[in-house]
Structures are given as structure tokens and as C-alpha cells.
């Protein structure tokens, strides 16, 4: 199926969704075009720091997450700032940082939107956060987690 058809209506997908403050999303982002640009660990650095900054200003609990080299799995407990404003902050800062820090990139970094998962209250919060940060391993990118230097959990 031809998915540019549906190209154009990609902004409905958030249509009456909502956040809810004190819930669990597993968040995902991805870089245009699935350019590895977080192949680059300073790049990807400076995404992390906006994570980092995101926590740390309260906008969200950062319980685990995983950038691989096209993109990004986030699990977060929100607090009042709805989910739409912390991802469309997450992404525009990140992306003015490391067009800012880039040689090689230069210009619009994400696809538009982003897919969002609310986890239900029973859900394993502990075997999601093992899930994501496996990633690099089912990608095959290294044999061992610890060998990997792009992922955080609360339980470290």
C-alpha cells in the first residue's frame, strides 16, 4: 500500500488522545528518514542532556530509556506538562543543539509525531524498562548491555 496516500493526515493521529499526569508511557521517537545520526555519541549526547533536562525540571519522571542510532525509546512517568509539549520540546531542542554542534547534520532532525504507549497500572514497570534497554542487543549492535553506553534505568 502506497503509505504517502495517508501522508497528509499523520497529524490526525493524535486526535482525541490525551496525557494523563502521574501515568506511564513508553514514548518513541524517530529520526528523519531513520539517518543513524546517533551513531555519533556526542550527538547523542546532547539529546540525553535534554532528557536529562526534562527530568530534571520536572516535566516528566524518567524511569528508562534507549537512543539507538535512529531513534529513541523513552519510558516516563508524566507529571502535569501534556505529553504533545514534552515531546515537541524534547525534539526541538534536541534538534537546535546538534545542528548547532553538527558538521554533517544540518537541517530538520525527526519525522513528525512520535507513537505514544499508556501502560496499564498492573503492567511490569521493571520487565518494560529490561524490554527497552535490550534493544541494542535484538539489533545485534553489541553482545553484551553493558557494552553499550546509550541507555539509562532507574534501578542502576
Do not use: C
Not at 504507549?117 to 548491555?145: C, F, S
Amino acid at each position: 500500500m502506497d503509505s504517502s496516500r495517508f501522508a497528509h493526515r499523520s497529524h490526525a493521529l493524535r486526535t482525541g488522545r490525551f496525557s494523563e499526569p502521574g501515568r506511564a508511557y513508553l514514548l518513541t521517537a524517530v529520526t528523519l528518514e531513520r539517518k543513524p545520526v546517533f551513531n555519533d555519541w556526542q550527538l547523542a549526547r546532547l539529546l540525553i542532556a535534554e532528557m536529562r533536562h526534562a527530568h530534571e525540571s520536572k516535566a516528566v519522571q524518567s524511569i528508562a530509556w534507549v537512543l539507538m542510532p535512529d531513534h529513541l525509546h523513552w519510558l516516563v512517568e508524566l507529571s502535569d506538562t501534556p505529553m504533545q509539549a514534552l515531546m515537541q520540546r524534547l525534539k526541538s531542542r534536541s534538534a537546535i543543539a546538534i545542528n548547532k554542534a553538527s558538521v554533517v547534520h544540518n537541517g530538520k532532525l525527526w519525522q513528525r509525531g512520535f507513537h505514544d504507549h499508556a501502560l496499564r497500572r498492573e503492567d511490569d514497570m521493571q520487565a518494560i524498562a529490561r524490554y527497552i534497554v535490550a534493544n541494542p542487543l535484538r539489533a545485534g549492535l553489541v553482545e553484551h548491555i553493558g557494552d553499550y553506553p546509550l541507555w539509562d534505568a532507574i534501578w542502576l
